[in-house]
């Protein structure tokens, strides 16, 4: 099983940019695609951005244009760069890997993730 850790979380003014980072030891080497979920207080978990390992990326509509995801193979890291950001992006994010359940050599658990602030 994959560990993540995500950090970068922060708290910024509307407008402002953050970028978050995510560890996963091992997922490059297998060969694993990953993504950003949030959270927001008191709603459900939503997917926000996948990466796939050969670099092909998808976002949700809220936030294409403002947040672009990238990785770094060598570290087994990815990013998600956040610009412009707005109030209704305060939530806590999570990083994980893409895996069809917890028998996929892909497969990681949840992580703390990182809280992001968005002040107006």
């Known amino acids: 099983q994959i560990q993540v850790v995500e950090s970068g979380g922060g708290s910024v003014q509307a407008g402002g940019s953050l970028r978050l980072s995510c560890t996963a030891p091992?997922?490059?080497?297998?060969?694993?695609?990953m993504r950003w979920y949030r959270q927001a207080a008191g709603k459900q978990r939503e997917w926000v951005s996948d990466?796939?390992?050969?670099?092909?990326?998808t976002y949700e509509d809220s936030v294409k244009g403002r947040f672009t995801i990238s990785a770094d193979k060598v570290r087994d890291r990815i990013y998600l760069q956040m610009s412009t950001l707005k109030p209704e992006d305060t939530a806590t994010y999570f990083c994980?890997?893409?895996?069809?359940?917890?028998?996929?050599?892909?497969?990681?658990?949840w992580g703390q993730g990182t809280q992001v602030t968005v002040a107006s």
């Open positions: 091992g997922a490059t080497s297998r060969g694993c695609g």
């Open positions: 990466i796939l390992i050969d670099g092909s990326t």
């Open positions: 994980r890997t893409r895996a069809y359940g917890p028998y996929d050599h892909c497969y990681s658990d």
